[in-house]
């Protein structure tokens, strides 16, 4: 499956972005979404996770309440809103898909990736 990312730019902090990741195939509802991202100089980390049927999600500590992932079978869109932007959010966002039962936070356990999307917060 190809991954399409989408939606990043230049926020001041405190404003909302709206990320996209539409999925090349059909089969978007057998996999579980996430959204990863990476600063300079620092590892991929997890960000934000759907299940297959969007029924459950998973969120990192550093964007509970401020974050929201979804999905759209119907659109084989994933979305991640980000609200109350802060500079430390500035990364380079990546969506990812795996198939299985539960939603990962380990980078190697997805199997297709989007080329990422860079968001950038000024302060």
């Known amino acids: 499956v190809q991954l399409q990312a989408s939606g990043g730019g230049l926020v001041q902090a405190g404003g909302s972005l709206r990320l996209f990741c539409v999925a090349s195939?059909?089969?978007?509802?057998?996999?579980?979404m996430a959204w990863f991202r990476q600063a300079p100089g620092t590892e991929r980390e997890f960000v934000a996770g759907?299940?297959?049927?969007?029924?459950?999600?998973d969120y990192a500590d550093s964007v509970e309440g401020r974050f929201t992932i979804s999905r759209d079978i119907a659109k084989s869109t994933a979305y991640l809103q980000m609200n109350s932007l802060k500079a430390e959010d500035t990364a380079v966002y990546y969506c990812a898909a795996r198939f299985g039962t539960y939603i990962s936070r380990v980078v190697s356990e997805y199997d297709y990736w989007g080329q990422g999307t860079l968001v950038t917060v000024s302060s």
């Open positions: 195939e059909r089969t978007f509802s057998t996999y579980n």
């Open positions: 759907v299940s297959r049927s969007g029924g459950s999600t």
